[in-house]
């Protein structure tokens, strides 16, 4: 998947940072850059992942999930994996569905809920880490002996995989490379019969982050349009789609491809919207949080391609949803992008 010259590669100035006297072309390098910006500040913070034989001892006393009786009945057994968040008081959050049979998730689920660990400390300090936990239900040996082997393989791949993007932040082009390069590795390696989607995704998405940051724009859409065609053929409201097609949008507006920069990022703020709504109701602060500012940015930069396109009217929409969405703004740049966003609406044509 990667080049074997990443240590001899000199990451290039960006060409929408250039100076230019259009005022217009100064509001977009500008709207580009702070998404940039926020974009990567959202990227790192990325809580430490724990390997799960690590987590396990720290749970205080153990799972115990309650056996669902037709299961039992039908001599159904076997594992099932989760990835969880733990806080720093020690309760666990379910961040999602590994595998294991439907009939064992909502009770193994509820057990893993119901449990409490030991925090975790880093430099002396309570602190959030993340996990993947088995809980077994009538488990056999061999069963939990592939249990434990994918575990490992999770924890190996998302360790480097996680190292790649915080490189990536710092703008580190060599060692995200190598991370990456280890992480594939790791998913080449996995011999546990499954095809490992949510990995093989995210090294699309990855490697596509990877060539855009050194300027391989054309290597950077094969690999964000491979990664957006996995995803199509499942949830078409899935975040990570959005988070696609605003990659896709932010590549396409730095080649100055405006009207594809349009379409990605509009499709990119419906899905986002619809998450966000389904926040609100849920009371996920985080989350919501992270959706809102994701509709802020995305709204600004749109606002700037509808002006460069020539369409005020939209660019007047664009921008009355930023200012619905102002809180979610980064700090630094909220005035700027708002007193931008009041200019547009007030220049009514």
């Not at 199509?232 to 396409?252: C, Q, T, W």
């Amino acid at each position: 998947m990667f080049g074997k010259s990443f240590g001899h590669v000199i990451l290039k100035q960006i060409s929408f940072l250039r100076p230019r006297r259009n005022v217009r072309g100064y509001l977009m390098r500008f709207a580009l850059f702070f998404l940039a910006l926020t974009t990567g500040a959202l990227g790192q913070i990325s809580p430490i992942r724990v390997p799960s034989d690590e987590a396990e001892q720290h749970l205080v006393g153990s799972i115990r999930p309650v056996y669902p009786p037709f299961a039992q009945e039908t001599r159904i057994s076997g594992i099932v994996l989760l990835e969880i968040s733990i806080d720093a008081t020690g309760k666990p959050q379910i961040l999602g569905i590994i595998s294991g049979h439907p009939l064992l998730l909502d009770e193994a689920i509820k057990a893993v809920k119901n449990s409490k660990f030991q925090p975790f400390l880093e430099a002396g300090k309570p602190t959030m880490v993340v996990t993947a936990i088995m809980v077994p239900f009538a488990a056999t040996d061999r069963q939990i002996a592939i249990a434990r082997g994918q575990l490992e393989f999770r924890y190996h791949f998302w360790t480097a995989e996680n190292l790649a993007q915080a490189a990536l932040s710092k703008g580190d082009v060599v060692e995200a490379g190598a991370r990456l390069k280890s992480a594939e590795e790791y998913l080449e390696a996995a011999k546990d019969g499954t095809e490992h989607p949510r990995e093989r995704l995210q090294l699309a998405t990855d490697s596509g982050d990877l060539s855009k940051a050194l300027q391989k724009y054309d290597e950077a859409e094969r690999s964000y349009r491979n990664a957006l065609e996995t995803l199509e053929k499942g949830n078409r409201d899935a975040p990570e789609l959005a988070s696609i097609f605003e990659k896709l949008g932010v590549l396409y507006a730095e080649e100055k491809r405006s009207d594809l920069a349009r379409d990605n990022l509009n499709h990119s703020v419906v899905i986002y919207q619809k998450h966000f709504r389904k926040q609100t109701s849920s009371g996920d602060a985080g989350t919501r949080q992270l959706y809102g500012q994701k509709i802020a940015n995305q709204s600004y930069l749109l606002s700037q391609l509808e002006l460069l396109l020539g369409s005020h009217q939209n660019a007047i929409k664009d921008c009355q949803r930023v200012i619905e969405f102002q809180s979610f703004l980064d700090a630094v740049n909220h005035e700027r992008v708002v007193a931008a966003c009041q200019k547009t609406i007030n220049e009514r044509p």
